[in-house]
């Protein structure tokens, strides 16, 4: 969504959600709400328009701050149709940012710099789909795939940081009581084949902690959704 405008003026909408009024059926005079995904949002009325525009008058404008304490997921890059499937999940769940990370287990490798920009922007308009539905008016930051120990190096030392692995021994600090809610929570979710000892450690020299989801092991796409739904839960996100 572009950015919106001052109340009073015309906004045209992009073709995503032109098609969503259209499939909705929804007539000129019709009460929306219009939103940009990083918090701007206001309601307007549908204008009469044409199929290859269709335009709202904005009557107010509200800026919301991010819903905080922030979770942020790093991924082990998996293959391409899970990674939409998690983008769009954890945008209904309110996820602040997805970080790609290129693992040793990861099936794709590492794409040119056109195709990963074209990667991310299509993953950017899939979380913007996910906003209109969900009524996240937040879309998570979508970033381009690293090596995993430059990604993990992102997270704020003041940050929680844990590592999800299904050959931890112990579920972890994240479970049971929880301590004060930390400014902002890392997770990393290894690639399909899981993430290799090595990497294990190292991310533990970086800060993070191990932590398990249980005795079974997880497909890609459930461990990502699960650990964004408990974590976020804990921080009171979900309340």
């Known amino acids: 969504m572009p950015e919106l405008p001052s109340p009073g003026e015309l906004v045209s909408l992009p073709e995503i959600s032109a098609r969503h009024a259209r499939v909705l059926r929804l007539s000129p005079g019709a009460a929306v709400t219009l939103f940009d995904g990083a918090g701007t949002h206001g309601p307007a009325r549908l204008q009469a328009g044409t199929r290859a525009q269709t335009q709202a008058l904005l009557q107010q404008r509200f800026q919301s701050p991010p819903p905080q304490p922030a979770l942020h997921l790093i991924l082990g890059l998996p293959k391409a149709s899970k990674l939409e499937m998690v983008a769009r999940m954890c945008t209904e769940l309110g996820v602040a940012g997805l970080h790609l990370a290129q693992c040793q287990r990861s099936v794709p490798a590492p794409a040119a710099p056109r195709a990963a920009a074209e990667r991310v922007a299509r993953l950017?308009?899939?979380?913007?789909?996910?906003?209109?539905?969900?009524?996240?008016?937040?879309?998570?930051?979508?970033?381009?795939?690293?090596?995993?120990?430059?990604?993990?190096?992102?997270?704020?030392?003041?940050?929680?940081?844990?590592?999800?692995?299904?050959?931890?021994?112990?579920?972890?600090?994240?479970?049971?009581?929880?301590?004060?809610?930390?400014?902002?929570?890392?997770?990393?979710?290894?690639?399909?084949?899981?993430?290799?000892?090595?990497?294990?450690?190292?991310?533990?020299?970086?800060?993070?902690?191990?932590?398990?989801?249980?005795?079974?092991?997880?497909?890609?796409?459930?461990?990502?959704?699960?650990?964004?739904?408990?974590?976020?839960?804990?921080?009171?996100?979900?309340?």
């Open 124 to 239: 950017q308009r899939i979380a913007f789909e996910a906003c209109a539905q969900s009524g996240q008016l937040y879309a998570p930051t979508i970033h381009a795939a690293d090596n995993l120990a430059a990604v993990a190096s992102r997270a704020p030392s003041n940050s929680e940081r844990l590592v999800f692995w299904e050959r931890s021994e112990t579920a972890g600090p994240w479970q049971g009581d929880a301590a004060p809610a930390p400014r902002s929570t890392w997770a990393v979710i290894g690639p399909e084949g899981g993430l290799e000892a090595a990497e294990v450690q190292a991310l533990c020299q970086q800060g993070f902690e191990v932590a398990g989801l249980g005795p079974s092991i997880l497909r890609f796409e459930t461990a990502a959704v699960a650990a964004a739904s408990l974590l976020l839960a804990r921080l009171g996100r979900l309340d």
